[in-house]
C-alpha cells in the first residue's frame, strides 16, 4: 500500500501539461514553420500568385515567356471590368490562360475585320497587336452574353483562342486579374 501511495504521488507531482525548458525551442521552432507555411499558402492560392505565360497570344514582343502577378484578391470584392488582362481556365482544356475582358454580361458582342463591336458601338483597342483594316467583310454573328459570363480576346487576334472559339466565360472560370 505504501509503495501505491508513493507512485501516486510521484505521478501527481509531475504536471503532464507543462513543457520543460528544454523543448520550448523545439516547441517555438515547429510553431514558427507551421505558421510561415499556413501564411505562404494563403497569399499563393488567395491573394497573390506569380503566372508565367507562355505562347503567343498574348505576346507582342519577342520573349519567349512574360511573368505577371495574378491578382486572386481584387475579384473577391468587385466585378471584372472592360480591358483587364485576366488569367481564367480554358473551357477545352482545363489550362490557365490569359485574356483580356472585351464584353461584359448582358452585352452584344459582333466581330468584323478583327475590330469588336459592342452594342453597335465600335471598341477602340490599343492593345491588340492585329492591323484593322476598314474593310466590306460582312459582319460576324452577334453574341449575346450571358449573366455572369464575360467575353474575351487575346491581345494578339490572328494567333489567338479565346471567346470567338469557345463563347463567353463564366465568372467561375476567371481566377483573378494580372497586374503589371
Not at 501564411?39 to 505565360?53: I, P
Amino acid at each position: 500500500m505504501k509503495c501505491m501511495l508513493a507512485l501516486v504521488r510521484r505521478k501527481a507531482g509531475s504536471n503532464p501539461g507543462v513543457v520543460s525548458l528544454r523543448q520550448r525551442p523545439f516547441l517555438k521552432l515547429i510553431f514558427v514553420i507551421a505558421l510561415s507555411l499556413c501564411s505562404y499558402l494563403f497569399f499563393s492560392r488567395l491573394v497573390v500568385t506569380a503566372v508565367e505565360v507562355k505562347g503567343a497570344a498574348c505576346r507582342r514582343r519577342s520573349r519567349p515567356e512574360i511573368i505577371f502577378w495574378l491578382n486572386r484578391f481584387a475579384y473577391l470584392h468587385r466585378d471584372p471590368l472592360r480591358g483587364e488582362l485576366v488569367v481564367l481556365k480554358d473551357p477545352e482544356t482545363g489550362d490557365l490562360i490569359v485574356k483580356r475582358i472585351v464584353g461584359m454580361p448582358c452585352e452584344t458582342v459582333v466581330m468584323q475585320n478583327e475590330a469588336t463591336y459592342i452594342n453597335g458601338r465600335r471598341m477602340i483597342e490599343p492593345y491588340a497587336s492585329v492591323l484593322i483594316r476598314p474593310g466590306r467583310a460582312a459582319l460576324g454573328k452577334p453574341t449575346v452574353i450571358p449573366r455572369d459570363h464575360y467575353f474575351v480576346l487575346g491581345d494578339n487576334r490572328t494567333r489567338s483562342v479565346d471567346s470567338r472559339a469557345f463563347g463567353p466565360v463564366s465568372r467561375e472560370d476567371i481566377l483573378g486579374v494580372i497586374t503589371l
